[in-house]
């Protein structure tokens, strides 16, 4: 019992406390968008996500995070698992808008993207620490770019350019903060031009075009610019203090697509106002800043990047859904963490921030 108590204390309490306001905030905004349609489904599977995320969390705390560092063969297994699961998406899972993302288990979804993400940031993590002097070579870029390249393929097919994006900028951040070359970071930048005007031309679906060409010049308001319209009324109209739970029209009444998802930002925007938003990213900031502390006190490379790894996961995620919500980027998909309705983003976060608060329990954590 001793050790459980002593255990506890050494949690990072400020990064628990700031995640569960966000996810606070997210439950509070499903709840005001469950009221029209009187259906608070989704508000009660969020909590029980959350409990079960809260638990694995303090679980995980006490796992030995040192088992991947230590065990590639382990990191490998779970690598190819995600790889069968995104597979077999494109066979067993109903196809939603035309989008296959999740299996559907009774009530329930199972989003395999998030098993990519936790098996990426693991295998990156391993892969750069144990060849961090040899970054000058052109190979270990490759290679870890042939790694990612595999699942970002199956996952664009789905399609899901939203996740896509989230991956490759975990590996770019990755590269960075192991050392990149310039030339070598310019080479990559010009081969994702490339990628790009070659997946415009063969890949991209034409309501994936159409997205992004009313970004840049919003030509059917009515229809493909309808939501981001929405969006951007809902973040406008809300003032400082906004609406009030329950009264804002583009949440209540349909207007707001997805406000439980991917316009969450928005819908918080429009019933909690400036106030509700500057909240939202004063903890978003804080839980970047108590997790770099983490990868400040990590004794070795691995944990070092693994943490900061997460942290690139969570900063690309919320540039990209905010980006979205405010009209600064065009409307692709990706939820807000924390806050957005989803089982399987909800308890992956919450399970990685387990094994982040048992790096800062380890002994040779040092922070000054």
């Known amino acids: 019992m001793n050790f459980v108590w002593s255990h506890i204390k050494k949690l990072d309490w400020t990064l628990i406390l700031a995640s569960f306001g966000l996810v606070l905030i997210g439950l509070v905004s499903i709840y005001s ?6 259906d608070f489904t989704n508000l009660e599977k969020n909590i029980a ?7 694995l969390m303090v679980v995980f705390s006490f796992f030995d995070w040192k088992i991947f560092r230590e065990n590639p063969y382990l990191i490998l297994i779970l690598y190819f698992f995600s790889l069968l699961l995104l597979a077999g998406l494109y066979f067993f899972a109903p196809a939603t808008r035309g989008v296959r993302t999740w299996y559907k288990i009774g009530p329930f979804s199972l989003d395999p993207i998030e098993l990519t993400k936790l098996s990426l940031l693991i295998l ?8 961090h002097v040899e970054m000058y070579r052109i190979k270990h870029v490759l290679l870890s770019g042939l790694y990612v390249l595999i699942p970002v393929a199956l996952i664009f097919f789905q399609p899901n350019l939203g996740s896509c994006l989230v991956i490759m900028s975990l590996w770019l951040g990755i590269l960075v903060i192991s050392g990149i070359k310039m030339r070598h970071f310019l080479f990559l930048m010009l081969a994702f031009m490339l990628v790009f005007a070659s997946g415009w031309a063969f890949f991209l679906k034409d309501y994936q075009k159409a997205r992004i060409m009313s970004f840049f010049v919003p030509y059917d308001p009515l229809g493909i610019s309808w939501s981001q319209n929405q969006s951007k009324i809902a973040v406008g109209i809300g003032g400082f203090y906004g609406k009030g739970i329950g009264n804002g029209s583009q949440t209540q009444y349909g207007f707001l697509s997805e406000p439980q998802t991917d316009f969450i930002f928005a819908a918080v925007a429009e019933e909690m106002g400036i106030a509700g938003i500057a909240a939202v990213l004063m903890l978003f900031l804080l839980v970047i800043w ?8 990590a004794y070795d490379n691995f944990s070092k990047l693994f943490v900061l790894g997460f942290a690139v996961l969570l900063i690309a995620q919320i540039i990209i859904h905010v980006g979205m919500n405010i009209g600064f980027l065009p409307i692709i998909g990706l939820p807000l963490p924390y806050l957005s309705y989803g089982g399987s983003n909800m308890i992956a976060t919450f399970m990685i921030l387990g094994i ?3 790096i800062k329990v380890n002994p040779h954590f040092e922070l000054s």
């Open 33 to 38: 968008s469950s009221l029209h349609s009187g």
């Open 290 to 297: 108590r997790i770099t502390r983490i990868a400040q006190g």
């Open 124 to 131: 990156l993590a391993k892969y750069f620490s144990s060849r």
């Open 356 to 358: 982040l608060q048992s």
């Open 49 to 55: 996500f959350f409990t079960v995320g809260a638990v």
